[in-house]
């Protein structure tokens, strides 16, 4: 069963930082491509960030670039995403998902998805 569980969201000021974190559990993550997709408030879901099994294939949505970087603990068999100067437009649910030996995320393949983490940006 692959089963995913997001932690690190909240509450958060603009400009501020929050770290999100996927951990993986009956699998291992090394497998296969992780992406971080967010849903805002009354608005699709959309792709935040994808890291391919290739090395160095790691792309950014245009909204998030600079600000936001991927990582894989491979110790912890976990994903992670630092947010860094966060504003009000970077809120919503936040989910991981996994896709099977793949070097990008289109959402429709996505083979298991996290619950979900809110991460609300607000002063």
């Known amino acids: 069963q692959l089963h995913l569980v997001e932690s690190g969201g909240g509450l958060v000021q603009p400009g501020g930082s929050l770290r999100l974190s996927c951990a993986a559990s009956g699998f291992n993550l090394n497998d296969y491509a992780v992406g971080w997709f967010r849903q805002a408030p009354g608005k699709k879901r959309e792709e935040v960030s994808c890291d391919g099994i290739r090395d160095d294939d790691t792309t950014y949505a245009h909204s998030v670039r600079g600000r936001f970087t991927f990582s894989r603990d491979n110790t912890k068999n976990t994903a992670s995403l630092q947010m860094n100067n966060l504003q009000p437009e970077d809120t919503g649910v936040y989910y991981c998902?996994?896709?099977?030996?793949?070097?990008?995320?289109?959402?429709?393949?996505?083979?298991?998805w996290g619950k979900g983490i809110l991460v609300n940006v607000s002063s």
């Open positions: 998902g996994i896709l099977w030996s793949a070097w990008a995320c289109p959402e429709t393949s996505v083979d298991s």
